[in-house]
């Protein structure tokens, strides 16, 4: 595995009912097909050698034979070929006939899973000719020209790169607890299904939800292959799936009702699915559930604590090319979920500050309004708290503090978005007192250091402070998620608030968020003021304006010049903390997703490599550097998977090292 990446497929063939060698000529050219794509494992569908539909031909000696020559045909013709092939067919074993996986590698059986439940209702009549793993007692049998022994156990099977899968079949996923349960938490990474599902009306749909839940619950990759075009339509029609689920999300699916051959191929991430488990402490403790299930199928000695392992053959090195499409911004909504997700997260802010004001018993909040985007989404924030509680918006006490960097754009944007809204309003210059601070520490005005810079974002948040001891209530901060991790806010500065409702908000978000927000306001002349307004300040530069606006009296001190863009320090963030990716994968990644078009057509400006290595380096010294801000945060939501709060998500030293992180870019 390359990255922790295995690419998979799943095929759907043709097939003719009973007719072996048609059936094993689709394979064979389809496995031949993944060959070539490089493709490590495919699955095919159930009982895919003989066809599913079969029915009492299945008690035919003849087509048994038939199936396990082509099985042996298989091997042969896979010999040379480094992909492990899972194809479906009727094996017997002692007195019973069952329906089984077979998994083959270069010319190699490595193993045959029979299928556990066995559906026998409506349009099912399986146990007419099949029996159950569950009536098997492990048995050393001779299939296709090698001997090994067929079990009821769960088997799990390992590549040669570490990777490892189980297989179930069909209507083993639909069981109440099924097969791959026990696989995942016994390690597999991946679960192949075999399947003959036929086509009803809404069942589909109800299949998708089904494999979804089942990956997200075992947090696996879940790689679906079903019956399709040349079974039996004597009753019932199969329409094809394959279907290929990693934790939960679809991330590849082919053509139902398809009448030619198909397969699906992706690429797993195997790396991210084991980060996920291991962060998963529910996860961890089902695994001691092993233990019955250990006890019940496993009784030699060595084998006792774990399940057995099949090591697949070794391959020849492959040159590794990232397939997948990387989403640029991923803390942002796709399009078709956009506004769900945002009115969910707003409601999530909304909730949250309302908490604490019945908690304080506050009628009045104190907020700081620069006309910029973080403050323009804690102030709707708190209008809708507000609201929610039917308190006054008066209540709401925007504070403007014009400074040295102040733009009259920025300005004007303050008092009007405060006006439509309804809220109070004070206007409190914060120029006098921070000349005289200068003036008692003996500051040269004309330096515009980190000392001038600082110093007026203090004088800020000194007068919020007071101003909300003078009105009984608490300050609401303004930081979101991305400066936090960056460490760009000053220090017992705007970096202290009493509530931070941006807390678990991303800067690529928050543009999202105003703007759902703003398409809220479309009726009577005020609305629609509020609504221009929400959108002119989308459309400002991002800035803490605290240096002199320039001749023109545009901003100049645009933060995205100075710590970079904030939708690559934005997927930086995302795969650093969610997954803890190495800097070389997440700068691999980077370069796929902000390399190629972008899906959701968002305008995502493309970089090059030394430009995405430039910012990956700053990001990690800045997050290293300034954790010592991140351990003392204030209170504020949690509203996604990602979350920097010292009391939740994220808890680490302040004087870490980032030696290793920025030595393995270098």
């Known amino acids: 595995?390359?990255?922790?990446?295995?690419?998979?497929?799943?095929?759907?063939?043709?097939?003719?009912?009973?007719?072996?060698?048609?059936?094993?000529?689709?394979?064979?050219?389809?496995?031949?097909?993944?060959?070539?794509?490089?493709?490590?494992?495919?699955?095919?569908?159930?009982?895919?050698?003989?066809?599913?539909?079969?029915?009492?031909?299945?008690?035919?000696?003849?087509?048994?034979?038939?199936?396990?020559?082509?099985?042996?045909?298989?091997?042969?013709?896979?010999?040379?070929?480094?992909?492990?092939?899972?194809?479906?067919?009727?094996?017997?074993?002692?007195?019973?006939?069952?329906?089984?996986?077979?998994?083959?590698?270069?010319?190699?059986?490595?193993?045959?899973?029979?299928?556990?439940?066995?559906?026998?209702?409506?349009?099912?009549?399986?146990?007419?000719?099949?029996?159950?793993?569950?009536?098997?007692?492990?048995?050393?049998?001779?299939?296709?020209?090698?001997?090994?022994?067929?079990?009821?156990?769960?088997?799990?099977?390992?590549?040669?790169?570490?990777?490892?899968?189980?297989?179930?079949?069909?209507?083993?996923?639909?069981?109440?607890?099924?097969?791959?349960?026990?696989?995942?938490?016994?390690?597999?990474?991946?679960?192949?299904?075999?399947?003959?599902?036929?086509?009803?009306?809404?069942?589909?749909?109800?299949?998708?939800?089904?494999?979804?839940?089942?990956?997200?619950?075992?947090?696996?990759?879940?790689?679906?292959?079903?019956?399709?075009?040349?079974?039996?339509?004597?009753?019932?029609?199969?329409?094809?799936?394959?279907?290929?689920?990693?934790?939960?999300?679809?991330?590849?699916?082919?053509?139902?009702?398809?009448?030619?051959?198909?397969?699906?191929?992706?690429?797993?991430?195997?790396?991210?699915?084991?980060?996920?488990?291991?962060?998963?402490?529910?996860?961890?403790?089902?695994?001691?559930?092993?233990?019955?299930?250990?006890?019940?199928?496993?009784?030699?000695?060595?084998?006792?604590?774990?399940?057995?392992?099949?090591?697949?053959?070794?391959?020849?090195?492959?040159?590794?090319?990232?397939?997948?499409?990387?989403?640029?911004?991923?803390?942002?909504?796709?399009?078709?979920?956009?506004?769900?997700?945002?009115?969910?997260?707003?409601?999530?802010?909304?909730?949250?500050?309302?908490?604490?004001?019945?908690?304080?018993?506050?009628?009045?909040?104190?907020?700081?309004?620069?006309?910029?985007?973080?403050?323009?989404?804690?102030?709707?924030?708190?209008?809708?708290?507000?609201?929610?509680l039917g308190l006054e918006r008066r209540g709401i006490i925007g504070v403007t503090m014009p400074g040295f960097g102040t733009t009259d754009r920025t300005y004007q944007n303050a008092i009007s978005l405060m006006k439509g809204l309804g809220v109070s309003i004070r206007e409190i210059s914060i120029a006098k007192s921070v000349l005289q601070h200068f003036e008692d520490i003996g500051h040269d005005v004309e330096n515009h250091d980190i000392t001038y810079e600082n110093s007026q974002a203090r004088e800020r948040t000194q007068i919020l402070m007071d101003v909300s001891n003078q009105t009984g209530g608490f300050v609401v901060g303004t930081g979101d998620l991305s400066e936090l991790a960056l460490g760009w806010a000053t220090y017992n500065g705007d970096h202290m608030s009493m509530y931070g409702v941006n807390a678990g908000v991303p800067k690529t978000l928050i543009r999202h968020l105003v703007r759902y927000i703003a398409s809220k306001y479309t009726d009577g002349v005020r609305n629609l003021a509020v609504k221009n307004i929400l959108l002119d300040v989308i459309d400002t530069p991002i800035s803490p304006e605290l240096i002199p606006a320039n001749e023109k009296g545009e901003i100049q001190q645009k933060t995205e010049d100075l710590v970079g863009p904030y939708e690559l320090h934005d997927f930086f963030i995302y795969y650093f903390l969610r997954y803890g990716f190495s800097p070389s994968k997440i700068m691999m990644l980077a370069q796929q997703a902000f390399q190629t078009e972008d899906v959701y057509e968002r305008g995502v400006s493309k970089y090059d490599d030394d430009t995405l290595r430039h910012w990956l380096k700053t990001f990690l010294r800045r997050f290293f550097a300034q954790q010592f801000k991140r351990s003392c945060l204030p209170d504020g939501p949690k509203v996604g998977s990602v979350s920097l709060s010292p009391r939740g998500d994220w808890r680490m030293p302040s004087d870490a090292s980032s030696n290793i992180w920025l030595r393995e870019i270098e």
């Open 1 to 388: 595995m390359k990255h922790g990446f295995i690419k998979v497929a799943a095929a759907v063939p043709t097939v003719k009912v009973g007719d072996c060698q048609y059936n094993l000529n689709q394979i064979e050219t389809l496995i031949a097909q993944a060959e070539g794509k490089g493709v490590e494992i495919i699955v095919f569908p159930e009982l895919s050698i003989t066809g599913y539909t079969c029915q009492d031909l299945f008690r035919q000696n003849l087509l048994i034979d038939i199936a396990e020559q082509s099985v042996i045909q298989l091997l042969d013709f896979t010999r040379q070929l480094d992909i492990i092939s899972i194809v479906g067919l009727p094996v017997v074993v002692g007195d019973l006939l069952l329906n089984c996986a077979v998994v083959i590698q270069k010319g190699q059986l490595l193993g045959i899973v029979p299928k556990t439940y066995l559906p026998n209702y409506s349009e099912f009549y399986e146990k007419r000719w099949f029996a159950s793993s569950q009536d098997l007692r492990p048995t050393q049998i001779r299939f296709a020209g090698n001997a090994l022994t067929v079990t009821p156990a769960p088997q799990l099977f390992r590549t040669c790169d570490g990777a490892v899968f189980g297989v179930e079949i069909c209507e083993d996923v639909w069981a109440p607890v099924p097969p791959s349960n026990n696989l995942a938490i016994a390690g597999a990474d991946m679960i192949f299904n075999l399947s003959a599902s036929d086509e009803l009306i809404g069942k589909h749909n109800y299949l998708r939800s089904l494999l979804a839940q089942q990956s997200a619950r075992t947090i696996t990759g879940y790689i679906y292959a079903s019956s399709g075009f040349g079974e039996s339509t004597q009753d019932v029609v199969y329409g094809g799936n394959a279907l290929i689920y990693e934790n939960g999300r679809l991330i590849a699916s082919g053509e139902r009702f398809s009448m030619s051959s198909q397969m699906i191929t992706t690429q797993i991430d195997v790396e991210m699915l084991r980060s996920e488990r291991r962060g998963n402490s529910t996860y961890v403790n089902a695994q001691r559930d092993l233990k019955a299930v250990l006890s019940t199928h496993l009784m030699s000695g060595k084998e006792q604590g774990q399940f057995p392992i099949i090591n697949c053959r070794s391959i020849e090195p492959r040159d590794f090319k990232l397939e997948r499409s990387i989403d640029p911004l991923p803390f942002v909504p796709r399009q078709d979920e956009l506004a769900t997700k945002c009115e969910e997260i707003f409601n999530i802010q909304q909730m949250g500050l309302a908490k604490r004001l019945m908690h304080t018993g506050s009628k009045n909040v104190v907020i700081g309004i620069s006309g910029g985007l973080d403050s323009t989404l804690a102030l709707l924030v708190c209008v809708g708290a507000f609201d929610r």
